[in-house]
Nanobody, 123 residues
Framework: QVQLVESGGGLVQAGGSLRLSCAASGRTFSSYTMGWFRQAPGKEREFVAAIGRSGGSTYSKDSLKGRITISRDNAVNTVYLQMNSLKPEDTAVYYC????????????????WGQGTQVTVSS
């Protein structure tokens, strides 16, 4: 069983930045593929970014490239999402997800999800 706890969300003005964190349980975090998703009110959950086991491979939603960076620190079982130049349309609940099988980052099988952290961007 993998438990994921997101943090770092909040209210920020447009143009601001936030860094989200997702702390994971488990002794084998370094073998997990990790991802970030978001869900805005009235919309379906959408992919944001993914990162491979060592952190050397990343993949993000095309429309967010240049504004977001996914990273991880396997020493502290944490994955991060740095978001810059935030826009009101980035307002959503952000979730992290874990694929303990360590699948290829473009074809993951996320079995575990966190509870989410709210990000609200004011105009």
């Amino acid at each position: 069983q993998v438990q994921l706890v997101e943090s770092g969300g909040g209210l920020v003005q447009a143009g601001g930045s936030l860094r989200l964190s997702c702390a994971a349980s488990g002794r084998t975090f370094s073998s997990y593929t990790m991802g970030w998703f978001r869900q805005a009110p009235g919309k379906e959950r959408e992919f944001v970014a993914a990162i491979g086991r060592s952190g050397g491979s990343t993949y993000s939603k095309d429309s967010l490239k240049g504004r977001i960076t996914i990273s991880r620190d396997n020493a502290v079982n944490t994955v991060y999402l740095q978001m810059n130049s935030l826009k009101p349309e980035d307002t959503a609940v952000y979730y992290c997800a874990a694929d303990p099988a360590g699948s290829y980052i473009r074809a993951p099988r996320y079995n575990y999800w966190g509870q989410g952290t709210q990000v609200t961007v004011s105009s």
